[in-house]
């Protein structure tokens, strides 16, 4: 049965009147491009090109290496430069294929022909999926033809479309729904066509009147889809919130979506479906809305992916007033990941780069209290984790505790915690931290058992 809300939640400012009424605009790169071979979870993509090869817009560049993992094509035409190691976003260098970009745009053969997905079988549509290296949108970065095969497709009640966009300052997802939701409706009936039990709903926040409003007139001539008007709540956006919204259901942290019935992906992600499915077009672009204080001009663009943030930048105009901003989020205030270099690419789950004049987080730092046992984190967490007793945890390095006996694994970085502590404390900070410890701790073990096998 379907709810009204989902637990826990918070109000941050939305700050979205920034970029709400920005018009996307085309922004064509000129500058070279830039592949990280790990931009989605799993294992690296293994490149098929080598320095000095010509590429066309569209070819693969590297192919999965496993089951979870992805494609990864070319967004330009060009000339390899190098495949070497480059800093990502996350602060790392990895593995990447850099490409000297021409900026003709030629594109490989067969992108843009037409085809009818309901003449296909579910392991085409699955086939095509993959080949256009299609992975989450909203952020997760999970390989998508993966989360379309679960065991049971027959048991898959709930195909959920997520439209909500609940991260402060953010309006691509927005825009996507009020110029393309024909496409988007395709993309969900391209979905039922796996899943013959299931319905599709379409969550959007209502402070979304005109996309609310081109989905319901895209959805009208489909039985098995409907838009669903959530209230505004932070983080309306997570599979969790949503599946509670949608089917009523708090599975155990154990559980996936699918193991509830249910398959959520965002509107973009759906969106990239269609072009893949209908259009023969692999994941080449992806809307990218440039926002913050301290952006001379915020927008929302199409642009390729592979371009470096820097290059984005300049085109909103750089600066406002000449003052660099303080700080740089891939993403918005509340998941957002900090970054202190403009020289990195957008990879494919890069939906947002915000610029700030302030860094709340470090000025709230500056007066933080110990804990005051007031319990608030504890009812705004989404997921129903205590963050009181996982920071107490973490103080004493008991990650043992922090995992198993608080699931701290399960912590989704919302930051709800953190927004709502009258503490002032960096919980969510601390978390992501002691999630790094663990997982290092993980592969410690790892080692040490394979060394003595």
Known sequence: MARKSFRGGVHPADRKELTRDAAPEIYLPKNQMIYPLNQHIGKPSVPVVTRGDRVLAGQLIAETSAFVSANIVSACSGTVKAVDRHRTIGGLFVDSVIIENDGLYEQAEGIGEKADYHAMTSEEILRKIMDAGIIGMGGAGFPTHVKLSPKNPGDIRFVIANGAECEPYITCDDHLMRSCAAEIVAGIDILLNLFENAEGVIVIENNKPEAIAAMKKAAAAY???????????????????????????????????????????????????????????????????????????????????????????????????????????????????????????????????????????????????????????????????????????????????????????????????????????????????????????????????????
């Not at 709230?364 to 705004?380: F, L, P």
């Not at 004493?396 to 912590?411: A, H, I, P, Q």
């Open 223 to 453: 039985t098995r889809i409907r838009v669903l008007e959530a209230p505004v709540k932070y983080p309306q956006g997570g599979e969790r919130s949503c599946i509670s919204l949608v089917a009523g259901i708090d599975y155990k942290i154990s559980q996936l979506p699918a193991d509830v019935g249910c398959i959520v992906d965002n509107v973009g992600t759906i969106y990239a479906i269609y072009k893949a499915v209908c259009e023969s077009t692999p994941l080449m672009e992806r809307r990218v809305t440039i926002t913050g204080d301290a952006v001379a001009r915020p927008c929302n663009l199409i642009t390729r992916i592979g371009v470096s943030c820097g290059e984005l930048l300049e085109y909103a105009g750089g600066w406002k007033d000449g003052k660099q901003a303080v700080k740089m989020l891939a993403g918005g205030p509340m998941m957002g990941i900090a970054f202190d270099s403009l020289d990195v690419p957008i990879q494919k789950n890069n939906n947002a780069l915000t610029f700030l004049t302030r860094d709340e987080v470090a000025e709230s730092e500056k007066s933080a209290t110990n804990c005051i046992r007031c319990g608030r984190c504890g009812s705004v967490c989404p997921v129903g984790l205590v963050p009181q007793l996982m920071a107490a945890a973490v103080e004493k390095k008991d990650f043992e505790r922090f995992e198993k006996k608080l699931y701290g694994m399960e912590c989704i970085s919302c930051g709800c915690c953190t927004f709502i502590c009258p503490a002032k404390r960096p919980l969510t900070q601390e978390f992501k931290a002691a999630k790094a410890e663990v997982m290092a701790i993980r592969r410690a073990e790892k080692e040490k058992e394979a060394a003595r096998s």
